[in-house]
């Protein structure tokens, strides 16, 4: 046999061909961790980035593309425990446009408008702009108004059945309520947790893990806790669970046509909206680019305040004959896009942990990283909450992480990111132990039975404590001392001029205006400041002292009880179970706080000091005609502002809530009230004006 003179250079060695191999097989890692298991291990944005990478080699190599590439299916496979559903119609998924700049939407206008061959003099292309919600999609079939099955995207072609878990969701209609859908009908929408469902079951898992349940846990993120319900095998696991869920389009319909019983999409999501399925209030019919640039710059702005995760948004061309001509390339359709938000999780390494100590002693690890910038903002610094998690999580000096920082929450460690097979493994310290003494003042630190936290004993010899003690009680939402900040107090603790919240009113001007770049004026202001803040209200005094498990809400429950603060300082237990609101938890710290002769050596001194208020009579007789009912209240009032109506209600023994579920008493709805209203009304909630509100007050 003879070799050819030149031998092309063989697909093995190739470093492309190496390279593609190594993508799939990460990215098939990748996607069993996070569909099958639902725990990925990388943040999304790095999963998307090695995706990019693989299609880009495989177009400019289109021979090497294999139909088992990861590029060429949508999600991974069920998991063995759940019935396989096959999908009457494919559950598809979106092309995304990676451009996470405006210019995404331009992108995607262009394409639909060349596809149309439509020129610059035809009108604009309409559009329907949504929420990309961050959860799990779900089909539900209906025939004949009876959910039949629910089931997961899985592979787009087959999913799981998981009828059973998806039964208890309460917002999910098991029957239809109303007339005219078809016989056999298909919705499709995305199953999610909300925000504060999710951090109120995290509380309860905590509370199982202390208490020493085995094998509980708590949730990486809402997606996470939601995927986990929706694939629980125990449908009474599945039903303590909160979820939620948003329709956002169909699957089968049938013997009709989608296209004979709509015109529009949005025509179909509100008439879905009338058969009884949630459909996020912020969908926006827009016309061409700019506006799909608009609301994708509005909901990046807004997207903090919505009660769940999404993200990023999805366009859909409005008209369900123009979708039908667009058609679909490969396995997604031509007519809708998913534009995403920059992302709120990033990888980057710890470089040290840190042991940062809280007003009441707590002490927190802290993740110092290499800086990252995520969700907006550079970071190099996240929490690790406590020792249990911090071990749980095994973050280690020297690990690749990944960060969070979602809206103003602390940014936090969400886990640690493992060497890929092919890489050595890294150089780690040893795990992260709590020091059992405390980091600043050299105390003790105790972690009492049941607890997550240590805690520093050193009290207010303990300048970590005494610095936020102080910073605590001079807050606006306090005693409000104006211009007492961060920096001047350490100054003032770290030179021992003060120590006790007494020692600060016995600052005088020549004491201030001696400090290091204090100014005479700046002086002066504080010492005003100071006088100003002297006059106060019992509630903000009781929240300032800065004890255990009381805040605002109670303080303010406790001086409306009681009237006067002796009362609250010689109240039993007993006693202050009475006040609304006040458990044993916290009655226990107020006795507790107030049985130290030096806490209420504390007060006397600050009353020496001029710190006054007005004590009102105990108003534990005053009548109470709300006691023991809860109130959401939503839109604009006519005449009572929120808070007005807030302290109303509460005066009156009531509670408001900030949502809604089959607990609350009443919604007390004023002019253009969103969802809680929707809630309500599905839930059978009793809706008030402000006028029957008043009524009730009487
Ligand atoms: S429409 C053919 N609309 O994004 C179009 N999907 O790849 C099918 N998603 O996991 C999807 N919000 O669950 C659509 N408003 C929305 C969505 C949405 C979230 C998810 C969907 C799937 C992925 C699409």
Redesign the pocket.
Known sequence: MTMPETDPMPEANNPDRQRLEALRSQLHTLAHQYYVLDAPTVPDAEYDRLFRELQAIEATHPDWLTPDSPTQR??GKPLDQFASVRHAVP????R?ETDTESSGAQAFDTRVRKELELTDADAPVEYVA?????????NLRYENGVLVQAAT?GDGENGEDVTQNIRTVGQIPLKLATIGFPPVLEV???VYMRRDDFEALNERQRARIAAGEKGEKTFVNPRNAAAGAVRQLDPGIAAQRPLSF?A??VGEVAPQTVGSLFATHMELLQTLKGWGFPV?EEIRVVRGADELVAFHQHIAQTRDQLPFD?DG??Y?VNSLPLQQRLGFVTR??RW?V?HKFPAQEQMTTVVAIDVQVGRTGKLTPVAKLAPVFVGGVTVTNATLHNEDEARRKDVRVGDTVIVRRAGDVIPEVVGVVPPAADQPPRERSAIFTMPRICPVCGSVAVREEGEADYRCTGGLFCNAQCKQAILHFAQRRAVEIEGLGDKLVEQLVDAKIIRTLPDLYRLGFTALAGLDRMAEKSAQNIVDALEKSKQTTLPRFLFGLGIRHVGEATAKELARHFGGLDAIMDASEEALLQVNDVGPIVAKSLRTFFEQAHNREVVEQLRACGIRWEEGAASADSPKPLAGMTFVLTGTLPTLGRDDAKDLIEAAGGKVSGSVSKKTSYVVAGTEAGSKLTKAQELGVAVLDEAALLEMLK
Do not use: N, W
């Not at 559950?91 to 979106?94: N, Y």
């Not at 949504?130 to 779900?138: P, R, S, T």
């Open positions: 949508v999600g559950m598809l998924s979106i995304t949504e929420l990309k919600f961050d959860g799990l999609a779900i995207r499709r929408g995305e948003f956002y389009g996020a999404i948004v999805v859909k997604e359709p809708a998913a």
